[in-house]
Nanobody, 126 residues
Framework: QVQLVESGGGLVQAGGSLRVSCAASGRTFKTYAMGWFRQAPGKEREFVARITWSGGTTYYADSVKGRFTISRDNAKNTVYLQMNSLKPEDTDVYYC???????????????????WGQGTQVTVSS
């Protein structure tokens, strides 16, 4: 079992930066690939970024590539999403998710993740 708690969301002006964090419980955190998703009311949950258990490989949605950076600190059981050059369309609730197992599963599908946090609101004003 892995429990995830996001933090760091807030209100920021367009062009600004924000870093959201996801703290995980459990000694097995370092065995999970971690992802970030976002979701607006009435819309489907959208993939943002993913990082492998070692941190060696990252993958991003085209909409955030070059602006967002996912990273992790396994010693602190924490994954981060650094968001730069924010746009109003980045306004969403951001969720972190853990993907376990040794079988590769596509990184962009929410159903391929096993555990979810409660989300943190990010609002970008124009």
């Amino acid at each position: 079992q892995v429990q995830l708690v996001e933090s760091g969301g807030g209100l920021v002006q367009a062009g600004g930066s924000l870093r959201v964090s996801c703290a995980a419980s459990g000694r097995t955190f370092k065995t999970y690939a971690m992802g970030w998703f976002r979701q607006a009311p009435g819309k489907e949950r959208e993939f943002v970024a993913r990082i492998t258990w070692s941190g060696g490989t990252t993958y991003y949605a085209d909409s955030v590539k070059g602006r967002f950076t996912i990273s992790r600190d396994n010693a602190k059981n924490t994954v981060y999403l650094q968001m730069n050059s924010l746009k109003p369309e980045d306004t969403d609730v951001y969720y972190c998710a853990a993907q376990g197992g040794v079988t590769w599963r596509p990184p962009t599908g929410p159903l391929n993740y096993d555990y979810w946090g409660q989300g943190t609101q990010v609002t970008v004003s124009s």
